[in-house]
């Protein structure tokens, strides 16, 4: 077997987390590679131990990284220095209990992947694969909310396995997609034009307001306008026939709490049950909140994003979302959501 571990860096000890205050001393990350060659990429099976070195349980948020089970980037995989194009899926999902892994003092957490059908390794050809752990994590307290999570990089380095033989595309089964719930194809296509609302919406209210405003600064701080108005105005403009909107959970991605997700390799968008709980974009004139999260057109634009402008997804909850960088908030899908659904309070409301 071929393994690595990482190590939190010490200035994690010093950051103080939820209210009341906790400190971390560290967590340990151990990456483990099927062998150092294998004849197939199939065979591409990692397994992710994340160890809780505190005296205190840690809760960290799951998605889309090493702690995510589901075929999101949880590596970043490289071949002779180029990147090895992602083919997986990216998604929009709940901030319930279900979107955070809690590890007890002192115990450890288990996560298998399995990589060949979420990379193009046929564009890259056989030879010596870097894959390297996403391990940037959003931790806290056992009681910490999402505003109230530390960013936290932990170094790693990448492990290296060859690849000798097969690196054929892999794709996963599909069926046609379809949508035979008559009222769930409906409400898909309703969310689809209020996203595109929503976008055209947000694009002329940063237009008019520019970069100094201060709901544009909360949520894109230092990018520029026309940045953030060329991914809105390609969501308004988005009439690519090709592209699928379906009901069916053809990969099943849908784990309860994932309420949709993009595949990459197509941009067809997918939509799980929990999706139809979701309300119409006005809804925010009579009860419902931004913090929510829970407007059908803001889950299909950050949807949208991922397909038309490669967003990714670095955090979710709009709180969340104003505390990052500005090059993770231009490239953050959610932060589009939570923007445009408050231009459309602030605005329609």
């Given amino acids: 077997m071929f393994a690595f571990s990482a190590l939190v860096s010490a200035s994690l000890a010093a950051i103080a987390l939820a209210s009341p205050a906790k400190r971390f001393d560290g ?28 005296s205190d349980d840690v ?17 970043t995989v490289t071949k002779d220095g180029a990147e090895v194009p ?33 990379y193009d390794f046929a564009s890259a050809g ?24 530390a960013k936290v990089s932990v170094s790693s380095q990448a492990i290296e396995v060859e690849v000798t033989s097969d690196v054929a595309k892999r794709a996963y089964k599909r069926a046609t997609p379809t949508c035979s719930d008559s009222s769930q194809l409906s409400f898909i296509d309703a969310s689809y034009t209020e996203a595109k609302e929503l976008a055209s919406i947000s694009s002329d209210y940063v237009s008019s307001n520019g ?18 108005t060329g991914i809105l105005d390609a969501v308004s403009g ?71 402008a490669d967003t990714d997804d670095v955090t979710y909850g709009c709180a969340a979302d104003q505390a990052l960088s500005a090059s993770q908030q231009i490239s953050n899908a959610d932060n589009f959501n939570c923007f445009t659904t408050q231009v459309y309070a602030d605005t329609q409301c």
Avoid at 211 to 228: K, P
Wanted: aromatic share 8%.
């Fill in 27 to 54: 967590l340990n990350v151990e990456v483990t590679a099927p062998s150092s060659s294998v004849s197939s990429i199939k065979d591409l099976e990692f397994t992710a131990v994340i160890t809780n070195n505190n």
């Fill in 59 to 75: 809760k960290v948020l799951k998605y889309g990284t090493i702690l995510d089970s589901l075929p999101t980037r949880s590596f």
């Fill in 86 to 118: 992602f083919t997986g899926v990216k998604v929009s999902a709940q901030l319930n209990d279900a979107a955070y892994a809690t590890i007890p003092a002192g115990e450890s957490v288990t996560v298998s992947h399995k990589v060949a059908d979420i």
């Fill in 126 to 149: 056989t030879g010596k694969f870097s894959f390297t752990p996403k391990t940037e994590l959003n931790v806290g307290d056992s009681a910490a909310s999402a505003s109230d999570l």
């Fill in 211 to 228: 970069a100094s405003d201060s709901l544009f600064s909360s949520y894109f701080s230092s990018n520029s306008v026309s940045s953030v």
């Fill in 238 to 308: 988005e009439n690519d026939s090709s592209r699928t909107l379906s009901c069916v959970d053809e990969y099943d991605v849908c784990d309860g709490n994932v309420i949709a997700y993009t595949l990459i390799a197509t941009t067809d968008i997918y939509f799980c049950d929990i999706f139809f709980d979701e309300v119409d974009t006005p809804s925010l004139c009579t009860g419902t909140t931004v913090a929510s999260r829970n407007i059908r057109g803001g889950t299909t634009l950050h949807e949208l994003t991922h397909a038309v």
